[in-house]
């Protein structure tokens, strides 16, 4: 069986995907032990439609919005979040 090589550079995460996340786990670990904000919100919305709310679920949707919010904001400041941003030639 073939092994599968990897790039060590890969495995190690660059500062604006780090950046990005510690942004967006802060609030969210903020949200989800003051059981306020969006968490709040979502659980409501949960258990209204269900009867019961998924502590877990919520959670990790909440950080992807977040993250997503981030990214949006990183983005549009023009910080390169992902591994093709490396390979493209300059704008001029």
Known sequence: MPEIQTHPASSKPSWPKAVLLI???????????TDSGPYRWLTDIEDKMTGYHSIKLTL???????????????????????????????QK
Not at 23 to 33: A, D, E, K, V
Not at 72 to 78: A, E, H, S, T
């Open 23 to 33: 942004i967006s786990l802060g609030p969210t670990l903020l949200f989800y032990f």
């Open 60 to 90: 990790v949707i909440i950080a992807f919005i977040l993250m997503g919010i981030c990214g949006v904001i990183m983005k549009l400041c023009g910080v390169p979040l992902g591994s093709a941003a490396k390979n493209r030639p300059p």
